[in-house]
């Protein structure tokens, strides 16, 4: 049970980099990034490739970087080309498909049989002892926490924050948004790879499929956070989106425990609780309406 806690722990914290860059670019810049699921496969392809020849830790700088130039490529198109924010990040994440591969040289999935990865090394030190893994999974999530709130509190994080509210309100007062946008998108696309990037080297191996679903599952988990803690400053905002991928997680173990769901259906179940958590708004609305109209039928028949 202890084990099924931890695991749930680590992959809670490792996984809450893509709520993370989810809350940036859709809470605050209101943009649908679809490139997430290939900006997630990227970072651990460049991970698992970087520390397969021994750069543990170079490869999760590089992986930061290979995620900020992916998101540029959408912001390009979004910004610059007039494509539709959707659509960018489609055409982003198709063409990352076969960068992905390029990157694991041509091979579907990359492993790390016996090289050192950054969890081998926390390990020989001590540190941690059997939590080690969990040490430094919540250590790298905490600090991004952390630089995230720093970031937004910002004059350039703010002026992001205003181009999610009213775009046309921030080109009047002298901001450039193809600039926010830009670097917003960018932020956003290097904490996914980031995660890729820690993944990767936690489970040892990359997959050209490992990125599938990704989206909905961090939608799923900054959902799960915001309906738990509510929406209300950035700093509660950015702790909603980690507690949300732990709580997640914890779910899934349980899932996989009990077997209350087959694990076949569980992408479904969550593209289900996100579809209704996105719609709930409209559904609310819509029941109040139907109250009304049930009460005003109710006084006329009287």
Known sequence: ML????????????????????????????????????????????????????????????????????GYVTAFLQTRLGVPSILAGIVTNT??????????????NVSLLKQETMFTMLRDTGIGGNFHKLLLAAGITVLVSLLLIWFLGTRLGLSIRATGDNKDIVRASSINPVFTISVGLCVANAMTALSGAVVGQY???????????IVVIGLACLIIGETVFGRRSVGRNVAAAVAGSIVYRFLYAVIL??????????????AVVVALA?????????????KRKIRSMQKGGR
């Not at 709520?19 to 990034?33: C, E, G, K, M």
């Not at 425990?257 to 969550?270: A, D, G, M, Q």
């Not at 996105?278 to 139907?290: D, H, M, R, V, Y």
């Open 3 to 70: 084990y099924v806690i931890q695991t749930a722990l680590e992959l809670g914290f490792m996984y809450a980099l893509v709520a993370l860059a989810l809350f940036l670019s859709y809470r605050i810049l209101d943009i649908a990034d679809l490139t997430t699921d290939g900006s997630f496969v990227l970072g651990a392809a460049v991970s698992v490739t970087l520390a397969a020849a021994g750069h543990p830790f170079l490869a999760v700088f590089a992986a930061l970087a290979a995620g900020a130039l992916a």
């Open 95 to 108: 063409g990352l498909y076969t960068v992905n591969l390029m990157v694991m040289g041509w091979s579907s």
């Open 203 to 213: 489970q040892k191996s990359a997959d050209i499929n490992s990125g599938t679903g």
């Open 257 to 270: 425990k009990t077997s209350v769901v087959p694990i076949e259906c569980l992408k479904l179940v969550t």
């Open 278 to 290: 996105i719609a709930s708004p409209t559904l609310k609305e819509w029941g109040n309406f139907q």
